[in-house]
C-alpha cells in the first residue's frame, strides 16, 4: 500500500488571507472512534510557545477520549506525538534530531506509530523532507486540523502507511475539544487564533493562518468553568492579542472589553500573552489600571530599537511610540513588571542600529527579554534580504544584550527584597523536595521551604534573597 496524502502545505495559500466570516463549530466524536485507543499508550513532546502548550492539552485530550493513556516512558508507547515549533531553525533541528533518535523505536516495534503535528508540518520544505527522509514518521498533520488526529489514527491502524494531511487556510473555530491540562492551578485559555500581522522575518501569520477570535461567551464560560474546578490563573492566549475582535462581523468588542468582563469573574490571577505595541489602546490601559485579577506584569515583545530595523521587519511603530507606551503603561500601572522579545542580526542591523537596541533596553527598564539571533524562515520576506553581517558578530551582540538584560532582571527581583508578595505555589523544586517554588503577582520566580499542600495555593511569602533569576523567601505568618 502506498502512502495517502491528503493534501500537503502551500505557502503562497497560507499567506492569503479571505475576508469570509469566521465559522464556530463545535467538536463532536465519530462514535467508531470511541476505543480506537483502548488500551495503548502515547507520549506527546510540546516544542515553541505557549499556544503550542495549549494546543498538546487538546491533542491529549483527543487522545485520552478515544482511549489512549498516558505512557511512562517512549520505550512503553504505542504512539509518539511530536508538537512542533517552526519560529527557528535551531527548534526545527531538535524536531529533526528527535525523529532521527525515535527511529529506533520503530525498528524494535514496527506498530509503533509515530505522529508529526504543529507549525513545522506547516512548512512546504518541512513536508518535502519528511516524506523524502523521515519514513518512520506515520502521520504528519498541522496547526488546523488537530481535531482530526483520530482519523488519521484510524487509517495508520487499518494498515495506511504514511498519512500525510496539512491545511494551508484555517477552517472553523472548533469549540469544546477535550482537553487534558498539565496543571491543575495554571491554564491557558486561547482568545484567539492566528496571526495577520506579517513581521517580514516571522513564520507564524502563515503557520497559524489568519486572526480569527473566540467568541467572548465562550471565552467566559471556559473561565467561569475553570475557577469553579479551582483554578487560580489563566493566561490568554493570542499571537496578538490587541487585535482580539477585529474580526468580528456582528459586533463591536475587543480585548479591553474581555478583560473588563474577566476581571470580575472569580479568578485570582489573569494573565495574558503576547501583545503588540501598536495595538495596545489606551482603553486597555485604563482596564489594566483598575489591578485587582489582572496581573501588574505585561510581555510587550519590541524586537529592536532601531526605527529603520522596526520599518524593515514590519512592526509599525517608532522606538519613541514605543517608549512613550511603556511610560504611560508605567504611569496608570505603578509598579508594573515589563518584559520584551529581542532580536539581533536581522539583515542590514549594524552597530548603530544594535545601538539603539541597547539605549532602548536601558530605558525600558525591562525585567526581563527573550532575546534571539535572527533566523531565516524560507518564504518569509526577511528571508530573501541581503545578510551581510557575520555570524560571530551577531552572536557578540546577542551577549552584549543578554548582559544587560540580566542587570535588568536582577533590578526586577532586588526591588521585592522585604517586601511579603502572595506566591502561587507551582510545586517542588526538582532538587530539593522541601523547597517550593512559585510566583509572584508581578510574575517573579520565588522559592521557599514548605510543605507540598502549598502546591496549587496562593501564599503570603517574605522576601529575604534576591538572585539574578529568582528570590528566596519564608512563608509570612501575617500580612
Ligand atoms: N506574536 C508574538 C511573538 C511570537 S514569536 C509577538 O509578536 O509578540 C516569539 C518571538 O520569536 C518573537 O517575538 C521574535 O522575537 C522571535 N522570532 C520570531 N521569528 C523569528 C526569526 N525568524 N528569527 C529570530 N527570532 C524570531
Ligand atoms: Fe510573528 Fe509578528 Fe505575528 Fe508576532 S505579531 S506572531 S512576531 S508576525
Ligand atoms: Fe513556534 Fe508555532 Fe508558536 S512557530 S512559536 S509553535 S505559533
Known amino acids: 500500500m502506498t502512502e495517502k496524502i491528503f ?21 463532536s466524536l465519530s462514535p467508531h472512534y470511541q476505543e480506537l485507543g483502548k488500551g495503548k499508550k502515547y507520549t506527546i513532546q510540546t516544542y515553541g510557545c505557549q499556544g503550542n502548550e495549549a494546543d498538546s492539552e487538546k491533542i491529549s485530550g483527543l487522545l485520552e477520549l478515544i482511549g489512549f493513556t498516558k505512557a511512562p516512558s517512549e520505550a512503553e508507547a504505542d504512539l509518539l506525538v511530536f508538537n512542533t515549533c517552526a519560529i527557528r531553525a535551531n527548534a526545527e533541528n531538535k524536531v529533526f534530531g528527535e525523529l532521527g533518535r525515535v527511529k529506533q523505536y520503530k525498528e524494535q516495534r514496527p506498530d509503533l506509530i509515530i505522529a508529526v503535528g504543529g507549525c513545522m508540518p506547516q512548512e512546504e520544505v518541512v513536508v518535502e523532507k519528511i516524506l523524502k527522509t523521515y519514513h518512520q514518521v506515520d502521520i504528519v498533520f498541522g496547526t488546523h486540523n488537530l481535531h482530526r488526529l483520530p482519523d488519521y489514527l484510524a487509517s495508520v491502524m487499518s494498515g495506511v502507511p504514511q498519512v500525510v494531511d496539512v491545511w494551508s487556510e484555517e477552517g472553523s473555530i472548533v469549540e469544546h475539544l477535550p482537553t487534558v491540562r498539565a496543571n491543575g492551578a495554571k491554564a491557558w485559555v486561547n482568545i484567539m487564533f492566528g496571526c495577520d500581522e506579517f513581521c517580514t522575518y516571522c513564520i507564524v501569520p502563515y503557520a497559524r493562518g ?7 461567551e465562550d471565552i467566559i464560560a471556559e473561565v467561569i468553568e475553570l475557577a469553579s474546578r479551582g483554578y487560580r490563573e489563566v493566561t490568554l492566549l493570542g499571537q496578538n492579542v490587541n487585535s482580539y475582535g ?23 490571577r489573569i494573565r495574558f500573552t503576547t501583545s503588540h505595541p501598536k495595538d495596545f489602546s489606551q482603553f486597555l490601559i485604563d482596564v489594566l489600571s ?13 524586537q529592536s530599537g532601531s526605527d529603520r530595523i522596526l520599518k524593515a521587519m514590519n512592526r509599525k511603530y517608532t522606538k519613541d511610540q514605543y517608549l512613550d507606551l511603556v511610560q504611560r503603561i508605567r504611569t496608570a500601572i505603578p509598579g508594573v513588571s515589563l518584559t520584551t522579545d529581542l532580536i539581533v542580526g536581522f539583515p542590514g542591523e549594524t552597530e548603530a542600529d544594535f545601538q539603539e537596541t541597547l539605549e532602548l533596553v536601558e530605558r525600558a527598564e525591562f525585567e526581563g527579554a527573550y532575546t534571539f539571533v535572527f533566523s531565516p524562515r524560507a518564504g518569509t520576506p526577511a528571508a530573501s534580504l541581503p545578510d551581510a553581517t557575520p555570524k560571530a558578530e551577531k552572536m557578540e551582540r546577542l551577549y552584549r544584550l543578554n548582559d544587560r538584560i540580566n542587570a535588568g532582571f536582577s533590578r526586577g527581583n532586588a526591588r521585592f527584597l522585604g517586601q511579603t508578595v502572595d506566591v502561587l505555589v507551582d510545586g517542588a523544586s526538582k532538587t530539593k523536595s522541601d523547597i517550593l517554588s512559585g510566583y509572584t503577582p508581578h510574575n517573579k520566580l520565588v522559592n521557599f521551604p514548605g510543605s507540598p499542600e502549598l502546591i496549587g495555593t496562593i501564599v503570603p511569602v517574605h522576601l529575604v534573597r534576591a538572585k539574578t533569576w529568582s528570590l528566596d523567601g519564608e512563608v509570612a505568618l501575617e500580612r
Not at 489568519?210 to 467572548?216: A, G, L, Q, T, Y
Open 246 to 268: 477585529l474580526d468580528f462581523v456582528d459586533r463591536d468588542y475587543r480585548f479591553a472589553d474581555l478583560l473588563a468582563e474577566l476581571r470580575l469573574l472569580p479568578i485570582p
Open 7 to 27: 493534501s500537503k502545505p502551500i505557502l503562497k495559500s497560507a499567506a492569503r488571507r479571505s475576508r469570509q466570516s469566521v465559522h464556530v463549530t463545535d467538536f
Open 210 to 216: 489568519k486572526e480569527r477570535s473566540r467568541r467572548p
Open 290 to 302: 483598575q489591578g485587582g485579577n489582572l496581573m501588574p506584569s505585561i510581555h510587550l515583545p519590541v
